[in-house]
C-alpha cells in the first residue's frame, strides 16, 4: 500500500509538471511568434470572406420635350418599351417608376401630355397604376427641361482583388490564402442578372388555370383525368415467350 500511494503521487506530480510545461511553452509561443495565431478570416469560405456587396442605385430615361411638340417620338416610345422591359427583368416585388415632370418651365404644357402618354403605354404593356408614381420637379436655368422616368435596381459590387500578402510556397498551418477564391466572387457578381436574387428570392408569378380547369372537370364527370396518348406515344410491352 505504501508503495502504491508513492507512486500515484510521483505520477500526480509527473502530469502537474507536464500541464504547467505545456502552459509556460504556450505563453512563450504566443509571445514569440505573434503570426501564429491563427486569424478569423481564415476559418470561413470565399463567400464570406470577399462578401459581394448589393447595393441600390436610381436607373433614369431622360426624355426631350419640346415646347409646342405633339407628344412622343417613335424613338422614344421604342425606350420606353426597352426600358419597362427592363423594370420587369429586375423587379423583385414592391418597385414602381417614377415619372419626373418639370414645372414652371417652357415646356411644362407639352410634358404633361407627354407623361400621359407615357403612363397609357406603360399600362398597356402590363404596369399596374400604382406601379406608376408622377411627380413635379423644378428647374433653373434650363429652358426646357426633360422628363425623367427612373426606378431603383440593385447593382452586386464585386470585391476587389490581387490581395497577397503572404508567402504562399510557405504554409505551414495549410490555411487558406487571402486570395483565395476573390475572382470566382467577382466573375459571379458580373454575371448575375438580377442582383436582389443574393438578397431574398423572387415572389411566385400567378399560376395557370387553364390546365388545372380541364383536369378538375374530367374529375366531375367522372373521366380520366390524364392526357390522351396516341398509339405511337403508348409503351408496347411484348409478352414472354
Known sequence: MKNFKTRDLRSGCFILAATVSAFAL?????????GTRVAGW???????????????????????????????????????????AHFRAQ????????????????NELAAMHA???VRALLQSEGAAE??????????????????????????AEA??????????????ANLPYPNLGCATQRNFAAQIANASDLLEPRGMTSRASERRDVTWNKYIKGEP?????????????????
Open 26 to 34: 504556450g505563453g512563450c509561443m504566443h509571445a514569440s511568434e505573434p
Open 42 to 84: 481564415t476559418l470561413i469560405d470565399a463567400s464570406q470572406r470577399h462578401p459581394i456587396l448589393v447595393s441600390q442605385e436610381p436607373t433614369v430615361l431622360p426624355l426631350r420635350v419640346a415646347r409646342g411638340s405633339s407628344g412622343l417620338s417613335p424613338r422614344q416610345r421604342a425606350q420606353i418599351l426597352d426600358f419597362y
Open 91 to 106: 423587379d423583385s416585388g414592391g418597385s414602381r417608376i417614377v415619372i419626373n415632370a418639370p414645372s414652371g418651365s417652357s
Open 115 to 117: 407623361v400621359h402618354e
Open 130 to 155: 400604382s406601379d406608376i408614381h408622377v411627380e413635379a420637379y423644378h428647374t433653373e436655368g434650363e429652358p426646357q427641361p426633360p422628363i425623367r422616368l427612373s426606378y431603383m435596381s440593385y447593382v
Open 159 to 172: 470585391p476587389d482583388c490581387g490581395v497577397w500578402p503572404t508567402n504562399l510556397a510557405s504554409e505551414p
Open 225 to 241: 383525368t390524364g392526357s390522351k396518348k396516341t398509339d405511337e406515344e403508348k409503351v408496347k410491352v411484348k409478352g414472354n415467350n
